[in-house]
Each structure stands twice: as C-alpha cells, then as structure tokens.
C-alpha cells in the first residue's frame, strides 16, 4: 500500500504504484503514472502526460510534466517519460515536450540538483549529474555518464557526450566531445576527463588512445576531417575511441574546441 498524505491533491485518475510516499500539499495530475517505490516529499507538482519508473525521489516544489515554455506550443498531446532511481532535488523543473506526440525522456539512475531545470524534448541518458542550477535548453542530447556544472547552460539543440564534465558557470553552444572536459564562457575543451575516465572503468589503453584523440583534434590546428582521419591512422581503433568518432563526425552545431 502506498502512504498519501491527507493534503495531497491527487486526481482521480492518476495512477499510483505500490509502496509509494505522497507528502504534503503534493499535486498529481490525471495523467500522470507513478511506478512503484516512489517519494515525494512534499509540494511536488507531477502534471501532464507523465510516466514515471520506479524509486524515484522527488525533493519539495519540484515540477515535473508541465507544459512546454516553448513558443511554438500548438496543443496535443505531449509526454514526459522517466525512468528509475533519479533524484530531483528542490525547485528542479522538467518540461514536457512541444509537438504533438513527441516527448521528453529521463534515463534511470540520474541526479539533478536543486534549481536545475531541464526543458521540452531534452534526452537525457543514465548516470548523469546536473549540479545546482544546471539548465539544458529544448532538444538537448545529454549522453551516460555526462556531468553539468553549476549554475552552466546549454544551448538547444546541443549535444553532451559520453563522460563528458562541464565546468561550472559554463556557456556551451556548441557540441561537447565525448570523455573531454569543457570550461568557460564560451566553453572550450581542456581536458580528458581523467577522473571520470577513472572512476568509470576506462582501461589506461582507452585512456591513452583519447588523450592521442584530444591532442590530434583539439590541438593541432586540423580541420574536422583532417583530424578524423589521422586519429583513424595513428590511434589504436578501441570502442571508446570509436564512439568519440562516431560522435564528432554527426550532429550539425560543430564541436566545442
């Protein structure tokens, strides 16, 4: 059975899980499917067409689900879809998508920090940090693994790689690389990110074959294709490097440098 709180607000035809926790003055919406395990801990609003996994923890004024601040909204139908064991911590807003039918989708196991806010038609993958004040714009890719600093943006439409960190109070217009580290306004890429590399399991061979990657793309001067092709010819072809290319030669806004 799940523990309401005799404050909360929730429509009728909202669906609750087991063993959820609805705190005081929580709103759920009518369309709204909670999975099971999930708390709330007090004044969240989960509204809009929202689906939520299990084990989620959502802090107080938390709002998930509302309505796009898109100009562009027409009307229809649109989505929100989260998966399992994210913590939203206080005043973190997630926004449904813009269009009819598209959505706005959360991986499972991420932890968004207070004030962060991510917008309509956001991806994001699994294991990601947004720290205090991380703001994704509309139709932003954000890839495993990825971290935002505090109080850093990011333009629409970009996209964040695989273990990629980006310092905080960071401008990013651009696209950041795969495993790099990115600081400053405007972003510029530093770094392989070490640490991350590190803490996530990346064998000193893949290490090494990235840091050959940043000192071939980022410092040498080439062009795209130039460096592409010599990062081909001269570093060992490991499925890491191989996502780090596949990643710089797709996209449209360039590669933060």
């Known amino acids: 059975m799940s523990e309401i709180h005799s404050s ?3 429509n009728p035809g909202a669906t609750i899980g087991d063993d959820c926790e609805v705190g005081p003055y929580c709103v759920i919406g009518g369309n709204v499917t909670l999975g099971q ?3 709330l801990h007090s004044h969240v609003v989960i509204d809009g067409h929202t689906e939520i996994g299990s084990g989620n923890e959502f802090f107080p004024f938390a709002a998930i689900g509302l309505k796009t601040q898109d100009l562009k909204w027409e009307g229809g139908t649109t989505w929100t879809r989260i998966g399992d064991r994210n913590t939203f911590r206080e005043n973190v807003t997630v926004h449904s998508a813009t269009s009819d039918g598209e959505v706005t989708v959360l991986g499972s196991d991420n932890h968004i920090m207070a004030y962060s806010h991510i917008a309509h038609n956001v991806l994001l993958g699994n294991h990601v940090i947004l720290s205090n004040n991380g703001t994704l714009a509309g139709h932003v890719i954000v890839e495993d693994y990825a971290i935002v600093g505090g109080l850093s943006a990011v333009h629409q439409f970009c996209r964040l790689g695989k273990m990629s960190i980006i310092g905080g109070c960071s401008k990013v217009v651009s696209d950041v690389a795969p495993f ?8 510029r890429t530093r770094a392989v ?3 991350g590399l590190e803490r996530n ?3 000193a061979a893949a290490q090494e074959a990235l840091r050959q990657a940043y000192r071939l793309y980022f410092r040498k001067g080439l062009t795209t294709g130039n460096a592409v092709d010599s990062i081909r010819a001269e570093v060992p072809a490991l499925p890491e490097l191989e996502h780090f290319l596949a990643f710089v030669e797709a996209g449209d806004r360039g590669i933060t440098r």
Do not use: E, L, S
């Not at 790099?180 to 972003?187: L, R």
């Open 37 to 39: 395990g999930n708390r």
């Open 193 to 195: 990110n070490k640490v």
């Open 8 to 10: 909360a607000v929730i």
């Open 201 to 203: 399991g990346i064998t």
């Open 180 to 187: 790099m580290m990115v600081d400053g306004n405007p972003a």
